[in-house]
């Protein structure tokens, strides 16, 4: 015979083993839907310019104390040292996206729609955009996912819009929900699949066009044979449109504020731009 009971049950959304089992995933995914708009009309963001990029990517003083710090004498060194040299030729975009992202939030804050610059919330590329912002005194916000490696939220993030994901599905709605541009710096699998989902998604009408930008032209076409794709038919000549290559700063922001501005929402009409519109995503 059991003892009585002393205490009450808990209420399910407290109780933690269900809302971390499976059968919770559904509460889970639900919380990361909406939790984040919370925060966002708290902190009246209304408009984001993302900056996607490679987490490895490293400022040139931080990648020079990392190699003095090494031994070339020691075998274990070697691989480290090797890698920092592949890096060492990128460490330019840092800046870059430090400097595009703090130009970038000096004029979005004084926009009446309000921009605010939105990164992966990691190290690399989405530091830099954060810290650009910072620069600026512009609030700026962090989608960070749960990973085994590289992630981890950088300092930079307002600290209120400093989010973190479970499910990489919901990060990627909240990228582009309220995204107004997007720029992309050099980086890996994980920039990739944001580039070319977000272009997908223009080219399929299932998000709005919106200013894309891909910095860093050498990289990039050394990466991809764009003319194959055009060449074999597997994209129209057209889609080449749907974005814009730059190699400076000044460049970059230039196309970037003209674009916006010529498809910036009125003021009056603007959520549907302040409020809880999904209209952009289809």
Same mark, same amino acid.
């Given at each position: 015979? +059991?003892?009585?009971?002393?205490?009450?049950?808990?209420?399910?959304?407290?109780?933690?083993?269900?809302?971390?089992?499976?059968?919770?995933?559904?509460?889970? !995914?639900? =919380?990361?839907?909406?939790?984040? /708009?919370?925060?966002?009309?708290?902190?009246?963001?209304?408009?984001?310019?993302?900056?996607?990029?490679?987490?490895? !990517?490293?400022?040139?003083?931080?990648?020079?104390?990392?190699?003095?710090?090494?031994?070339?004498?020691?075998?274990?060194?070697?691989?480290?040292?090797?890698?920092?040299?592949?890096?060492?030729?990128?460490?330019?975009?840092?800046?870059?996206?430090?400097?595009?992202?703090?130009?970038?939030?000096?004029?979005?804050?004084?926009?009446? &729609?309000?921009?605010?610059?939105?990164?992966?919330?990691?190290?690399?590329?989405? &530091?830099?955009? *954060?810290?650009?912002?910072?620069?600026?005194?512009?609030?700026?916000?962090?989608? *960070?996912?749960?990973?085994?490696?590289?992630? +981890?939220?950088?300092?930079?993030?307002?600290?209120?819009? *400093?989010?973190?994901?479970?499910?990489?599905? !919901?990060?990627?709605?909240?990228?582009?929900?309220?995204?107004?541009?997007?720029?992309?710096?050099?980086?890996?699998?994980?920039?990739?699949?944001?580039?070319?989902?977000?272009?997908?998604?223009?080219?399929?009408?299932?998000?709005?066009?919106?200013?894309?930008?891909?910095?860093?032209?050498?990289?990039?076409?050394?990466?991809?044979?764009?003319?194959?794709?055009?060449?074999?038919?597997?994209?129209?000549?057209?889609?080449?449109?749907?974005?814009?290559?730059? /190699?400076?700063?000044?460049?970059?922001?230039?196309?970037?504020?003209? &674009?916006?501005?010529?498809?910036?929402?009125?003021?009056?009409?603007?959520? &549907?731009?302040?409020? +809880? =519109?999904?209209?952009? !995503?289809?």
């Amino acid at each position: 015979m +059991h003892e009585p009971m002393t205490s009450s049950p808990l209420l399910a959304h407290e109780n933690k083993e269900f809302l971390n089992s499976a059968q919770g995933r559904q509460v889970r !995914i639900l =919380s990361e839907f909406i939790a984040p /708009d919370v925060n966002f009309e708290r902190a009246k963001v209304y408009h984001t310019m993302v900056f996607f990029g490679s987490a490895r !990517i490293l400022p040139h003083d931080v990648l020079n104390e990392m190699r003095a710090s090494l031994n070339p004498m020691r075998a274990e060194d070697a691989p480290k040292l090797a890698r920092l040299a592949k890096l060492e030729p990128l460490c330019r975009y840092y800046e870059d996206s430090r400097e595009l992202a703090r130009r970038l939030s000096v004029w979005g804050k004084a926009r009446p &729609e309000r921009y605010s610059v939105c990164t992966g919330g990691g190290p690399g590329i989405m &530091e830099a955009g *954060n810290r650009g912002a910072f620069d600026a005194k512009s609030p700026n916000i962090g989608l *960070n996912i749960q990973l085994p490696f590289e992630q +981890h939220p950088n300092p930079y993030i307002s600290p209120e819009l *400093n989010f973190q994901f479970r499910y990489f599905f !919901i990060r990627k709605f909240w990228f582009l929900f309220k995204a107004r541009c997007l720029v992309g710096f050099p980086g890996g699998w994980g920039t990739l699949d944001e580039l070319f989902e977000t272009l997908t998604l223009m080219q399929t009408g299932k998000i709005d066009k919106m200013p894309v930008l891909i910095f860093g032209t050498e990289y990039w076409k050394r990466l991809i044979n764009w003319e194959q794709l055009i060449e074999t038919g597997m994209i129209d000549e057209a889609d080449m449109k749907l974005f814009h290559f730059s /190699d400076s700063v000044d460049d970059a922001f230039q196309w970037l504020i003209t &674009e916006m501005e010529r498809i910036a929402p009125t003021v009056e009409g603007r959520n &549907e731009v302040l409020g +809880h =519109s999904f209209g952009s !995503i289809q």
